[in-house]
């Protein structure tokens, strides 16, 4: 679930064309792909690794892979379109997606599957940056209102696309429809975007501008999304031929704890989406459809919890509003581990709730950090700063994904049954196909990996809820500022 970055201010003149309103349509629907990625593969993937009859031990890598990718090479694109323009990214951006998509149709092991992932990641990644670079072009408040809602729908309706999909052609469909995207998104970019140089560039790059200056820095880009965090905070400085970015405010200690709390709140609203598929289709045996629900829930619950607590935003509110919604988060995250020790669930209606607490708290918290950015930076740096808060959950994303599919790893491949067998839980059949015998050693295992999963999902709550009680959330008298 991908939310769009707040992007900067407008060029002064940012350059006219007739064909512009051509080219919103396809700006609405790169965002609306990046949105319905992680939601459409979260309900696809178990039935992935069921009909490959391979993967659940590199199960994370799909997600892992394609978020890291798709974060980290989106300045790069951005340097590529400030020298090349930006018409020929998109057409490579659209032609490395439907690429991508196309070697996942193909897919007979799950290496194919993660290939496909990294390619689907590069050329989303270079579509993404373009779109955010021409939405930021353009003085016009609607257009982005229309990316966050489109964003909105997104989010929302990834899991009913991709269950409507797998009902009529397998999950190969849903890549068919990716690449058919990509495809699309290349012509309309021949058809429309006027060629020529990037007149800004996307914020993300002044990030890793000082990085990827040096191989010691070009390494870091790519191995190290911790420490590129950390030193883009610490080193960012302005590119040539830029307007001057305030340095003052990523280096106080209110807004580093704050961009913490990002990357973890961010870490761990991707490992409930995407792990939770396998505890209700592997261990409690539920249909797709009844997944789908549940993913909806929490989508759902986000915006809901942004949407009651964006009215009650007030100068100070921050750490209250981001305390709140992190506590609801983390009793939601608990209750869900919890209840995942019964199997069946004690109540469908009561596992619901307790999702939806888990996504209004998410929503609430995130309201909290856009009090913060509001009332606590300065007018003129706010878009920077609501940069570094999208960029920081991107990151997480990655890391958590990373740390539960580790531990999925581990505790499964302590079977000493044939490990194919194991997938066979995540498909349509619930592995009753099974003999008796391989059903109960390899259901008790699954269901303990799961439960460790989702305790280490509350877990991680629980450090970011401690970290935001601990938060100073203020900046030095010289750089807090005007709010609006």
């Not at 408040?141 to 696309?161: D, E, K, M, N």
């Not at 000082?210 to 400085?237: D, H, K, N, V």
Request: net charge positive; with cysteine.
């Amino acid at each position: 679930m991908i939310t769009p970055p707040t992007p900067f201010a407008p060029s002064p003149e940012p350059p006219a064309s007739r064909r512009f309103p051509l080219v919103v349509p396809m700006l609405l629907l790169i965002v609306l792909m990046a949105a319905l990625d992680m939601t459409a593969l979260s309900v696809a993937m178990p039935l992935i690794v069921s009909g490959l009859r391979n993967g659940l031990d590199f199960y994370a890598w799909p997600f892992f892979l394609y978020m890291a990718v798709f974060t980290l090479s989106m300045p790069l694109w951005g340097k590529c379109a400030g020298l090349a323009g930006r018409l020929p990214i998109l057409v490579l951006g659209g032609a490395l997606y439907a690429t991508g998509a196309w070697i996942g149709t193909l897919a007979t092991e799950f290496v194919i599957i993660v290939t496909s992932r990294v390619i689907l990641g590069i050329g989303l990644g270079a579509m993404f940056a373009m779109a955010m670079s021409l939405i930021a072009d353009r003085p016009s408040r609607r257009l982005r209102q229309a990316a966050v809602v489109v964003s909105v729908l997104g989010s929302l309706l990834g899991a009913p696309l991709c269950w409507w999909l797998v009902q009529q052609d397998g999950w190969q469909a849903l890549f068919r429809v990716q690449q058919g995207l990509g495809i699309v998104i290349a012509v309309w970019a021949v058809l429309t975007v006027r060629a020529g140089r990037m007149p800004s560039i996307p914020f993300a790059h002044r990030i890793y501008g000082q990085l990827s200056r040096s191989e010691a820095g070009f390494f870091t880009l790519f191995a190290m999304p911790a420490t590129l965090m950390a030193s883009g905070l610490i080193g960012m400085t302005p590119q040539a031929g830029e307007a001057e970015t305030p340095l003052g405010i990523p280096r106080q200690p209110g807004f580093a704890t704050a961009a913490l709390i990002s990357t973890l709140m961010g870490a761990v609203t991707v490992t409930m989406l995407v792990f939770l598929p396998i505890h209700l289709q592997g261990v409690v045996g539920l249909p797709l459809r009844q997944t789908v629900i549940a993913l909806i829930v929490i989508g759902a619950a986000v915006w809901l919890g942004q949407a009651v607590a964006g009215p009650l935003s007030r100068p100070g509110s921050h750490r209250l509003i981001v305390g709140t919604g992190l506590a609801m988060t983390t009793a939601g995250a608990a209750a869900v581990a919890r209840q995942c020790h019964g199997s069946p669930l004690p109540t469908p209606e009561g596992f619901l709730a307790t999702l939806a607490l888990f996504g209004c708290g998410l929503g609430i918290a995130h309201i909290g950090l856009v009090a913060y950015v509001r009332h606590r930076v300065p007018h003129a740096s706010q878009g920077t700063a609501m940069g570094l808060f999208m960029f920081a959950r991107s990151i997480g994303g990655p890391f958590g994904t990373g740390l539960i599919g580790g531990l999925l790893a581990a505790m499964t491949g302590l079977s000493t049954l044939p490990y194919n067998h194991l997938n066979q839980l995540l498909g349509p059949l619930h592995g009753s196909d099974l003999l008796p015998r391989e059903l109960t050693g390899f259901l008790p295992l699954l269901h303990a990996a799961t439960i460790v999963m989702h305790w280490t999902i509350a877990g991680l709550a629980g450090f970011t809820l401690l970290l935001a009680l601990l938060w100073r959330g203020s900046t030095p008298p010289d750089v807090a500022g005007g709010a609006d």
